[in-house]
């Protein structure tokens, strides 16, 4: 038994109510439940009931055994004096407000379906990283579609309000906000919080006032990451001196940083990982595709917020300048051609960078019409492979495009491995479903 099973029951009222009596005799009529607290306080606020004909409205406190207040410390806690009903599984001790008048208490033990209560534990016990893993079958295909639409809604709100940091940060500035935000994405995993420092560190207003200059581009955004020298003990054995178009961009570097007063902003070579990464993804070359990107659109925020997919796809596909499709570093040629941006990479863009926009904007503006154009890009994207859609398509779901695996890989994370069965329609289905299994 755990306490969220008494959350669910209570939220829901998913207990007998016939004759609802307190653990002292007196009459108790539900007049509202409450909502939720997920900070610091009571389990339920703004509660209000009838008991013993009294009506009081504040908190309802949830634990498993009446005893429990006390452990918890709760009879000294000043954020729990306005609790008006204490509800439990067992009441196996008083408790007693900080006047000393006793707490009502409500027991479910004797007022739950225990087959559902049978049936949730068997969810818990499961070894399975999915719960439901052996029931899945039993449940509807509706019930699935609809837990995967509340899935997804969840995980792009959940970017959007780290997105929202930056935006207030950047007070409104939504030019600013999408810099930063496709800054991040340009990193990758790896890279992206050097990204996000070079980006906070480099105003894209410095950057515009000589978008038409590419290499003055690559020159600010390299010489900021601290990438224009390479590797610190290579620089004498690579002859770099002898690069004139690095030393072009050097020079540039020195004039405009001083120009900018940007230099206190200048991140250090040792802050980028190179290792174990593929060379097409080194930061050279993801700051160089990045140069080219702001070189050739104005604005990113109408290049993000006003084209359809196939439209944004095509201008996303870019070729870095002459110098570094030939080197993935400072000062190292290479035989074969540095790629632009691929297939994937624009994929990745799309799925982490302009989605979350969008859906920040529908948010922040009331403008739901951006929401349904994320959700859009989402489905003309081919889905993710990887190890949590393989366990998914074990059990039979067919996972069509990037709407189907976000929505999978947020349901993974955040309900089955946490166990989170209660705040799952699929899992609420299969306890209630207990009732016709005999």
Known sequence: MKEDFLHFLWLFQYFDKTNLLTTHGETLDILRVGTPNDSSG????????????????????????????????????QAYNNVILHVVWQNDAPVLRADGTPMPTLELKERTNLKWLHQYQILLNNKEVIPCANQFT????????????????????????????????????????????????FGFKVNSEPFLRLSQGLPLKVLLKHRDDVRQLEALLLGQAGLLWGKPQARQENGLADEVY????????????????LED???????????????????T???????????????LFSLFFNHDYKSLTKKLRINQSDYWQTHYTVGKATDKKVPGLGKNSIENIIINTVVPLLVLYAKEK??????????????????????????????????????????????????CVPKKCLNCSIGISLIKKADTNG
Not at 252 to 259: D, M, T, Y
Not at 366 to 376: F, K, N, S
């Open 246 to 261: 690095i030393q072009h961009l050097q020079k540039e570097h020195r004039f405009l940083s001083h120009k900018y007063r």
């Open 285 to 299: 070359v993801r700051l160089t595709q990045f140069a080219a990107l702001i070189h050739q659109h104005q604005s």
């Open 42 to 77: 009571a389990d339920f606020s703004l509660s209000k009931l009838h008991i013993g004909g009294v009506e009081w409205a504040g908190d309802v406190e949830i634990h498993l055994k009446s005893s429990d207040w006390n452990a918890h410390q709760h009879q000294h806690d």
């Open 138 to 185: 039993e449940v509807s295909t509706i019930q699935k579609l609809s837990m995967l639409d509340r899935a997804l809604i969840k995980r792009l709100e959940n970017k959007a309000f780290l997105l929202r940091a930056l935006l207030v940060k950047n007070q409104q500035d939504w030019e600013e906000t999408t810099y930063q935000v496709l800054a991040k994405n």
């Open 366 to 415: 009331a403008q739901e019409e951006y929401l349904e154009r994320a959700t859009g890009f989402l489905e003309n994207i081919k889905a993710e492979d990887n190890r949590i859609l393989r366990i998914w398509e074990g059990l039979g779901l067919k996972v069509k495009n990037a709407f189907d695996s976000q929505a999978l890989i947020e349901l993974y994370n955040n309900y």
């Open 265 to 283: 902003a200048q991140l250090s070579y040792d802050q980028w990982k190179f290792m174990r990464l593929r060379p097409a993804n080194f930061p």
